[in-house]
């Protein structure tokens, strides 16, 4: 699976949008782009995912770069809770095995 | 509703004793399943996965195991237990095409 890039850590204050950016210039074609959370203590949470098109769902949106080179994970307004990693993973359609999780991106939100 | 279980939640075992975490996954068949540690401040590792019963894929040779006696069930093992196993366990689950994982609440391990 290729890699992905994501910043250490962004901050945010609560209500306001958040956009957490992933870079992924090595994608390939059959790659999807998936979204993880994991709040403190807890397992991870799927966030979304995408292979060309934007998509929307109730937790978040995800921006996917024309190119496929990048993509965006959009909170529209931050609360509290959303305080955590977020992890940019990408996965080939054809591969039934693991999610390769890098460092991914600590989300402090400010009240 | 499909929901994943695992126990316990936390577990401290001495150095040379066995381990054995229990993962087992309702509302759903066939799942794709997974064993994932993390270890303290650092990224999710896997270490085993399995598409069906009897089937185990090790992603990483060390003292561990995995077990899957039925089709919703997973077990993690090891003889011996290593100061190097601490960290927190986690099962997750999903279905044939993977895309979507969903993990259970984890085991957090301390090896003494």
């Known amino acids: 699976d290729a890699k992905t890039t994501q910043p250490n850590s962004m901050e945010s204050n609560e209500e306001e949008p958040v956009h957490l950016p992933c870079n992924h210039s090595t994608i390939s074609g059959t790659d999807y782009i998936h979204w993880y959370r994991q709040l403190p203590s807890q397992g991870p949470e799927y966030v979304i995912h995408?292979?060309?098109s934007n998509v929307n769902n109730r937790m978040a949106s995800l921006a996917i770069a024309e190119d496929r080179k990048s993509s965006t994970l959009i909170l529209h307004r931050a609360t509290l809770r959303d305080a955590a990693v977020y992890y940019c993973i990408l996965k080939s359609s054809g591969s039934a095995r693991q999610l390769t999780f890098g460092s991914g991106t600590q989300l402090t939100v400010l009240p | 509703s499909q929901t994943i279980h695992q126990w316990p939640a936390t577990l401290v075992q001495p150095v040379g004793s066995p381990l054995s975490l229990e993962c087992t996954v309702e509302g759903t068949s066939n799942p794709n399943l997974y064993w994932y540690r993390q270890a303290a401040g650092r990224g999710l590792q896997l270490l085993f996965y399995?598409?069906?019963?009897?089937?185990i894929s090790s992603e990483v040779p060390q003292n561990l195991s995995a077990s899957r006696p039925q089709d919703r069930q997973f077990i993690l093992s090891s003889k011996k237990l290593l100061l190097s196993d601490s960290g927190f366990y986690l099962c997750?689950?999903?279905?044939?095409?993977?895309?979507?994982?969903?993990f259970g609440p984890g085991t957090r391990l301390t090896v003494t």
């Open positions: 399995s598409v069906g019963i009897g089937q």
């Open positions: 995408g292979l060309t």
């Open positions: 997750a689950w999903s279905g044939l095409a993977g895309y979507e994982q969903y």
